[in-house]
């Protein structure tokens, strides 16, 4: 694998399809405490960072292997990419 990117085998969707894990993700988001989730206008502007990188594939970012939609969620959280986007 070059550039030392992650792939992830979605090895914890249980059988599930993938819809189905999104769907899940996309519940978890949105049951997160206001204290660790980001306003709605920054998850916005943080996931449209991420749509126009060359390291998002299906939902994933190669780099660490994360799902951008929770990482764009979570305060504490930030771009892994050395070159910030957010």
Known sequence: MSEGLRVCRKCMLRG??????????????????????????????????????KHLQKGMCRLCGCYVELRAALKVRKCPDTDRKW
């Open 16 to 53: 599930g399809s993938e819809e189905e894990y999104f769907r899940n993700l996309e519940n978890y988001i949105a049951r997160l405490e206001d204290e660790v989730r980001v306003e709605q206008e920054v998850y916005e502007a943080r996931l449209k960072k991420c749509e126009q990188c």
